[in-house]
């Protein structure tokens, strides 16, 4: 039998991840640093990360839960609030362990009820964040209840995004998470100052895993997934090798039971096999070229940061992924659980 096929790649970072705190840490940071060696650590915690004191205490409570083999390095964000001051911002820029201002519409998603209620209230710390250089990372919904869901990051990019690009033309801005064939045509006509994270489910799947033979709470998250013409439209541009897409997995755990309820959170656990999740994407689009690009060179040019040096190895073979995995004293049903990935780490 001829070997499996290989790839190697420079070891990539993941430019959106969520990682909890307390006991949950220590049962989800080992699966991204096995694969990234940075990520972009969300600051929506409860209560979110608003001052570069908090962040700084995050960080080494992250630090302290990753395993002892293994490099891995957290860059903090801020929560951005409506009352977030320039201070703050230029403390945080200053600080060299905070590297992104994170916005969340009030309302958009899990917890998201700090979030900004008008983004009007933040100019100052806008400014603030253009003239240090610091990004601002957008996630971009809007919040409008009488907004169809589907329709919420189209509404926000005209409603929301454009005026404040215009605003801030100097401001660097990450589209997190983006999720339509709207937000891939705002990137590409935006130019050097938007930059936007693709997560492994928007590219895998399309809005009919959401009731795949019945309701599916573990393909729920935010934003929702869309018409497959939206997935194409991101796979394709990624297919294309555009330099301004880049890895941003949105791994987002929750505990089994806050999933499966009748009122379930969004979010979708994805660190335990994310670039190997990626590959398979990336392999199915005939784009496997493309994908170090993606998940290790575009993100550090965006953020101004050196590429790392090392690799890693992925392996053509499948493997089972388990049902669940321990989640501080509670479970986590990953994505694909009981079902196969055709990419290992090697
Ligand atoms: C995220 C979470 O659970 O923190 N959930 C999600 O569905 N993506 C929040 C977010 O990024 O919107
Ligand atoms: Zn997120």
Excluded at 41 to 48: F, G, H, Q, R, V
Excluded at 87 to 102: C, H, L, N, P, Y
Excluded at 336 to 341: L, Q, V, W
């Amino acid at each position: 039998m001829p070997a499996p096929q290989t790839l190697t790649l420079r070891r990539p970072d993941d430019w959106h991840l969520h990682l909890r705190d307390g006991a949950m840490l220590a049962d989800v940071v080992p699966h991204t640093a096995a694969r990234f060696a940075r990520a972009i650590i969300m600051p929506n915690l409860k209560p979110p990360v608003t001052t570069v004191d908090q962040a700084t205490a995050y960080r080494e409570r992250i630090l302290a839960a990753v395993p002892a083999d293994v490099d891995f390095t957290p860059l903090m964000t801020l929560y951005l609030t409506d009352n977030t001051s320039a201070g703050e911002v230029t403390r945080a820029k200053d600080s060299g362990i905070v590297f992104g201002v994170k916005l969340y519409p009030a309302g958009a998603t899990t917890h998201s009820d700090a979030g900004v209620t008008d983004v009007r209230h933040t100019y100052k710390a806008l400014e603030a964040m253009q003239t240090a250089g610091l990004p601002l990372l957008v996630h971009g919904e809007a919040t409008d209840p009488a907004v169809d869901v589907f329709d919420r990051e189209a509404v926000f990019i005209e409603q929301t995004l454009i005026p404040l690009l215009k605003d801030f033309p100097e401001l660097k801005v990450v589209f997190e998470h983006i999720t339509t064939a709207d937000a891939v045509a705002l990137v590409r006509e935006a130019g050097d100052q938007v930059g936007a994270t693709v997560t492994p489910q928007h590219i895998l799947m399309n809005r009919n895993a959401l009731f795949q033979g019945g309701i599916r709470p573990h393909h729920y998250c935010l934003p929702v997934l869309k018409r497959e013409r939206h997935r194409k439209a991101i796979m394709d541009v990624l297919a294309e090798g555009h330099p301004r897409f880049f890895l941003g997995t949105d791994s987002a755990p929750h505990p089994k039971g806050a999933k499966e309820s009748a009122c379930g959170c969004a979010g979708i656990y994805s660190a335990h096999g994310a670039i190997e999740l990626y590959a398979e994407a990336f392999e199915q689009a005939g784009a496997l070229a493309h994908l170090e690009a993606f998940a290790s060179l575009n993100g550090p040019r965006f953020y101004g940061l050196p590429v790392n040096e090392d690799r890693i190895t992925l392996v053509k073979q499948d493997w089972e992924v388990p049902g669940e995995y321990p989640l501080g004293g509670e479970t986590v049903v990953p994505l694909r659980a009981g079902e196969k990935i055709g990419w290992r780490l090697g």
